[in-house]
């Protein structure tokens, strides 16, 4: 749990770095990142060290043994002059980062020349963590030693003191994501944490899922998934279960190489240290893949249109558009195995659109496969990036249909309030959304009045698939009756009389 007083500290080194002259969020957070990678490597270092003394055995090191390569280490510069440790980060650290391979840092020659990693002596080059494989166009942008030294104290401090376990480690790095309070240029922005969890418990992945966001942003979806499993069955994880945690059972696709480095770090904040974060125009030719994930889980760009050359095939045979938020419903539809599922925020036009291409995508769901669920959440949920209204929707590829019944909720409150400081309120429709989804066999007798209910795949096809619960959601009216006309104006008469009688008061005492 995060509290005021490392929220304070943590405020304090984004305030250093903004007095510095960065004042991008992202690039703040970039260099955060930079810096707390460098500090990781030298804690692993002393626990592979720490393993060594114990059992007598030599363990694998990730700094050169060199006098150059052991003054990169974290512990050995962080008390040293500014200057010194600007020196050591920006010329030795930094490059050497770019060029790790397989878990290694390269040493430096003589001349102060990095010296190539032999491959071959250190085996399987896709050993490569995703962190460095996106370091090559990376810049260190910390400009002076004072200001670098003041960061260096301020994160030393909170690892030293406030930071207890990894379970803290992400929630410190999942404060200083929700700083990015601006939407992306094609409509991307970072989905609340509470609403990223109520989409994971609503999939409840497995430790043999094999999970992907194809539009991955800051790998919140993954983060939140991997939390999940390690919650629910890490007590009965085998040894190959977790082999394919560390490993392949993440994978998050990007065209940011900005974000594709913060998702690797916040994936290997929560130990996930080799998962598959790739450059990937998802929706392109460039992507092929087929039938491959078991969960998907994403909040694609909401606006914006692509090229239509670069759109794959097989996604306009599904919806012929250049809407990246309906090209990425069919991209879900291809890439998910036969029997997966799917949980995805889209903006309501997704669910009433009159379009062509609208009103295929929504047939595909309810015709040719199992769409579950749509909830419709308030539009102050993604404030403050955008008030844009937008629903979840849970749909299980089939090939074959299988939609019988459609879950429709209203959901009213989110725990937080629905302005701009979403602030923490009581009133909280997610512990109630899980429960009944969960148990939807429970909804049958629901009334159109309540706040959650079923409808027929029929009624939904006899509305050119309208997917907004609007369309099927009944309005309660209650009757007000009001008293005669002639009682309410004998009550402003006399209320009239009242104001005289004081007015006249008022002017006797003048």
């Known amino acids: 749990m995060i509290t005021g007083v490392i929220k304070n500290k943590i405020d304090k080194i984004w305030t250093d770095i903004w007095a510095g002259g960065i004042t991008n969020p992202i690039t703040v957070i970039e260099q955060l990142t930079y810096l707390m990678f ?78 190539d990693i032999q491959d071959e002596a250190l085996g399987d080059a896709e050993n490569t963590t995703a962190f460095a494989r996106y370091m090559s166009d990376a810049m260190f942008l910390i400009p002076t030693p004072q200001v670098l030294e003041k960061i260096v104290t301020g994160l030393d401090d909170l690892y030293e003191h406030d930071i207890a376990d990894l379970d803290m480690q992400g929630d410190l790095y999942e404060y200083m994501l929700g700083k990015l309070a601006t939407a992306g240029k094609n409509g991307q922005f970072r989905t ?36 999940y499993i390690r919650k629910h069955y890490e007590e009965t994880m085998t040894s190959e279960q977790w082999a394919h945690f560390e490993g392949d059972a993440f994978t998050g696709y990007d065209t940011d190489r900005t974000m594709l480095r913060i998702s690797a770090m916040n994936l290997m904040l929560h130990s996930i240290s080799h998962p598959e974060i790739d450059y990937k125009d998802s929706v392109s030719k460039q992507n092929e893949i087929q039938n491959k994930f078991s969960v998907i889980l994403a909040n694609p760009p909401f606006k914006g249109t692509v090229d239509a050359e670069s ?83 849970i749909f299980t590829k089939t090939d074959d249909g299988g939609t019988d019944k459609v879950w429709f909720y209203d959901m009213q409150a989110d725990g937080f309030s629905l302005d701009d400081k979403r602030s923490e309120i009581e009133a909280n429709d997610i512990p109630d959304i899980i429960e009944r989804f969960h148990h939807l066999e429970n909804e049958a007798e629901r009334k159109r009045t309540e706040q959650s209910f079923l ?43 009242e104001i005289a009688a004081g007015l006249a008061e008022l002017e006797g005492m003048l």
């Not at 043994?65 to 510069?77: H, L, P, T």
């Not at 966001?213 to 993954?222: Q, R, S």
Request: glycine content about 6%; proline content about 7%.
């Open 192 to 227: 609340p944490k509470h609403i990223r969890e109520m989409m994971v418990a609503l999939m409840a992945p497995t430790p043999e899922d094999t999970i992907c966001d194809p539009a991955c942003g800051t790998a919140g979806f993954l983060v939140s998934s991997a939390e």
């Open 311 to 393: 759109i794959n095939d097989d996604l306009k045979a599904i919806t012929n558009t250049k809407k990246t938020e309906l090209l990425f419903l069919a991209l879900f539809l291809r890439m998910l195995k036969k029997g997966g599922q799917c949980a995805c925020i889209v903006p309501d036009g997704v669910l009433f659109g009159s379009s062509k291409a609208h009103k295929s995508i929504r047939q595909e769901l309810v015709e040719n496969q199992q769409l579950r669920a749509v909830i419709s959440m308030p539009s102050g949920v993604f404030k403050p990036y955008a008030g844009v209204s937008t629903a979840v929707l």
């Open 455 to 497: 409808v027929p795949k029929e009624e939904i096809a006899d509305n050119g698939y309208d997917l907004s619960i609007n369309k099927y959601k009944e309005i309660e009216y209650i009757p007000v009756e009001y008293p005669p006309t002639s009682e309410i104006l004998a009550d402003l008469q006399a209320l009239e009389k």
């Open 38 to 115: 460098i500090r990781s490597l030298d804690e692993k270092e002393l626990e592979n060290e720490a393993y060594e003394a114990m059992m007598g055995v030599p363990s694998d090191k990730i700094f050169p043994a060199s006098k150059i390569g052991q003054s990169m280490r974290w512990s050995r510069f962080k008390d040293l002059d500014p200057r010194d440790i600007y020196v050591i980060i920006s010329q030795r650290v930094f490059p050497a980062i770019k060029a790790m391979k397989n878990g290694h840092l390269p040493d430096f020659n003589d001349q102060g020349e990095l010296v």
